[in-house]
């Protein structure tokens, strides 16, 4: 594997998504390195290309790092297929292409773990990519994100970018979206706890059966990560960043639920999708390198839940 060491001392740095939970922890992060960090407001729309190409014209970035996206949970990745699909490629091809064109020096793309096959093997090493069929809730969004990871390699081989991927397992922390209609497990579980807990309800609502198993990061530990490859990765293959142990969805309401203090039950709604049943990614590669996750579940729900307190108390109607 090639492992130069790449400085990011002084560079400018953009992070595109700077607003959402991903990017907003990769800000935080780069905070701690001696660089300049660029974002663009929201009147760039990065689905447009001339809007995409103007930014770059003015900001020149050294670094891009590619944390904006159209995300949601397992309803909404099935309820909106367009728009996952369209806004998705649209903002990868925009960023990767005007990288090449004003010159960065590095692209971090970042994807998610269901890019893998339904049925790939557990714990899912990289190069399970492209060796079976999609989990059909979110193939859509996944393919976006295949074609994502096949633009940095093809840039990389024919115009020599140095241009890397990496995929993050499912995440969770700050920033997070509470809409049950288009949030992520975690964040509708804290939010349906809390609120049942102020209710006095005697139990709330999981979606499915509660069997699949998924794997959990803490959105810091994530930036910790991507921090990590752009310094000291260059090459083709993508690169997972993950925790490295999953549990099940019945078994995180639990935990979710002792965190928050409701001790109610849990009611399956077995009329609403399971998803896969398991995704749980290999970290091999990234641990040889040298780098390990290190907030733990528990303690990362924690702190996510202090930081929905935060957001609700803000915004009462979340
Ligand atoms: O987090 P989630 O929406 O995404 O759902 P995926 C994970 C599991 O939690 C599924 C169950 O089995 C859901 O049925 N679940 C239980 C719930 N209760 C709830 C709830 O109240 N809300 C939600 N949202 N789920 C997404 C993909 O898949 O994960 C994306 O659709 C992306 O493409 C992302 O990869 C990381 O893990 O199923």
Sequence with gaps: ???????????????AGHKGMVGSAIVRRLGAEN????????????????????????NAP?????????????????????????????????????????????????????IYPK?????????????????????WYAIAKIAGIKLSQAYRRQYNCDFISAMPTNLYGPGDN????????????????????????DSIEIWGTGTPRREFLHVDDLADGCVFLLKSYSDMEHVNIGSGTDIS????????CQIVGFDGALRF????PDGTLRKLMSGDRIRSMGWTPRIELAEGIADAYRAFLDHYVATPKV
């Design 119 to 139: 049925f790939a093997p557990q714990p899912i090493p990289e190069d399970a990519l492209l060796t079976g069929p999609l989990e059909p809730t979110n193939e």
């Design 178 to 201: 509470y809409d049950l209609a288009s949030s992520h497990v975690m964040p509708a579980l804290l939010r349906k706890a809390h609120e049942a807990k102020a209710a006095n309800a």
């Design 35 to 58: 660089c300049e960090i660029l974002t663009a407001d929201r009147s760039v729309d990065l689905r447009e290309q001339k809007a995409v190409r103007d930014w770059f014209a003015c």
């Design 62 to 114: 050294d670094v891009v790092v590619i944390a904006a996206a159209k995300v949601g949970g397992i309803l909404a990745n099935d309820s909106f297929p367009a728009e996952f699909l369209y806004d998705n490629l649209m903002i990868e091809a925009n960023l990767i292409e005007a990288s090449r064109q004003y010159g960065a020096q590095k692209v971090l793309f970042l994807g998610s773990s269901c």
């Design 269 to 272: 709604d077995t009329s609403r």
């Design 1 to 15: 594997m090639n492992s130069p060491q790449f400085d990011l001392t002084g560079k400018r740095v953009y992070v």
């Design 249 to 256: 969805i019945a078994e995180l309401a639990k935990l979710v």
